[in-house]
């Protein structure tokens, strides 16, 4: 078995390079877009044995320069990319793998590793190594220079013959050779909204503007000469220019703003097309004018599990795929997992209802560190005893019978006489401040209502026979 190459795969030009690169690279073509141009383009990528792949990554290329393709793009990205991923191992998080995932490396590849559901015409191959300072890196081989259907890296984009990827081992490939990319659903709109607007902007430069008319004597050449100079120097409208004495009728255009919506409702009409394409709805990229907040919050959770079969995806590569990678890179994560961090709830006068309901209804015990955490309070060190002040503090009164708070009617110095004078201080009682009642109790609404009802005897019972 032959040894495999350590050496790393260059790309480059022609200048400035002592040795040529493993790969030369050709500019990218853009414009001149068309439907037909876009149908070649996927035939060439789909032939069975010598498929040529450059015509649709170039495409692709010049279609990610439309606004709205590129904003539902990055839009879809950050959601991904914006949850946090952690390394389990054993119930507990890896802080050397947690030193990894936070490397500027790490993260550049969860972004190519986005691209690639896109971008990732015939598959994504990578080449993993350690920099001179010992830093991990890696390289995104030039797509239109990979062959993956007979596993070769091509010098020249468009050759049939390269040199095979077997001979390196520090390769990872992902994907599948045949795969075009989902770009290739939304290029198609793109395609057609960019020649709808070049034709909507040559509708409203003809239609839009004013044409000027002159005259001039038919047989004075020089007022001829100063009025073409004249009309020339006021800008780029349209102009027309006759003799003096001849007919000249401006016919227009039928209905010229009627068509000046309709290139506006074609155009409105891709981005539509292209939000559904990759977020999978449009009321969470633009607001219509048939939206409610009921049907945005379904479409916004449909945009969700989107979101959650991407980083699925991702996933799949990290803990399968990348295994023998880590391995090689000196990385242990035998007996762990990686796994995106579920989002935390924006709403969280409904996450406090949630957690009301659990444990009041429910009575589901909740531990206090996941409040803290869940809502980002810190906790206070002095934890233990401020907890116990505020049980004190909050904690509920036993039920009282109606006598805890009367005077003791035994007690001289309480029972209560006069109903002017309750506390025998030869005052009188205020009758706005309650006092007490000729029993000595109280004068408070229970005590009232107690007197009100009549107490049965006891031991023998009533005698009744009267």
């Not at 999978?280 to 907040?293: H, P, S, W, Y």
């Not at 049907?295 to 699925?312: A, R």
């Not at 023998?324 to 995106?340: C, D, V, Y």
Request: with cysteine; hydrophobic share 35%; charged share 30%.
């Amino acid at each position: 078995m032959s040894k495999k190459s350590k050496r790393r795969i260059t790309s480059g030009g022609y200048a400035g390079n002592v040795t040529a690169p493993t790969i030369i690279l050709r500019q990218t073509r853009r414009g001149g877009l068309d439907v037909g141009v876009y149908m070649n383009a996927i035939r060439s990528a789909e032939v069975i044995d010598y498929p040529r792949r450059e015509k649709l990554i170039d495409l692709y290329e010049d279609v990610k320069l439309d606004s709205h393709l590129f904003s539902v793009l990055r839009k879809q990205k950050a959601a991904v990319l914006s949850t946090p991923i952690q390394f389990m191992r054993d119930g507990k998080v890896d802080e050397a793998m947690q030193e990894h995932i936070k490397s500027p490396w790490f993260l550049q590849f969860l972004g190519d590793l986005y691209d690639h559901e896109w971008e990732g015409v015939g598959g994504s191959l990578f080449q993993f190594y350690r920099d001179d300072k010992g830093w991990i890196n890696y390289d995104l081989i030039p797509r239109k220079n990979v062959d993956a259907i007979n596993r070769v890296i091509l010098h020249h984009q468009g050759d049939i013959t390269g040199e095979s990827w077997d001979e390196f081992d520090d390769l990872l490939y992902i994907g599948k050779p045949r795969m075009i990319g989902n770009l290739a659903v939304a290029a198609f709109w793109v395609v057609l909204k960019r020649n709808n607007v070049g034709d909507w902007a040559d509708f409203a430069e003809i239609f839009g503007r004013p044409v000027r008319e002159g005259t001039y004597d038919a047989w004075d050449e020089e007022a001829r000469q100063k009025l073409l100079k004249d009309i020339s120097e006021m800008g780029g409208a349209g102009v027309i220019v006759h003799p003096s004495g001849t007919e000249l009728n401006l016919i227009q255009a039928q209905n010229v703003a009627g068509g000046g919506d309709l290139y506006e409702k074609l155009g409105t009409y891709c981005n539509n097309e292209i939000s559904k394409t990759v977020t999978g709805n449009t009321l969470t990229t633009e607001a219509g004018d048939k939206g409610t907040q009921a049907l945005g919050t379904v479409q916004k959770e449909g945009e969700e599990d989107i979101n959650f079969f991407v980083k699925q995806a991702i996933l799949n590569i990290l803990n399968y795929e990348m295994t023998e990678t880590f391995a090689r890179l000196g990385i242990n994560t035998e007996g762990g997992e990686f796994f995106f961090v579920p989002p935390k709830s924006k709403n969280s006068q409904e996450k406090v209802n949630v957690l009301k309901t659990l444990r009041n209804d429910l009575l589901l015990p909740i531990d206090d560190d996941y409040l803290y955490e869940e809502f980002g309070i810190p906790k206070p060190k002095d934890y233990e005893t401020m907890k116990e002040e505020l049980k004190k503090a909050h904690q509920a009164p036993s039920h009282l019978s109606p006598d805890d708070d009367d005077d003791d009617p035994q007690d001289p110095g309480k029972a209560g006489g006069d109903d002017d004078d309750p506390d025998g201080t030869g005052k009188k009682q205020d009758p706005a401040k309650p006092g007490k009642g000729k029993d000595g109790k109280k004068d408070n609404a229970f005590n009232r209502m107690a007197r009100f009802f009549v107490r049965a005897l006891q031991g023998s019972g009533a005698d009744l026979d009267w």
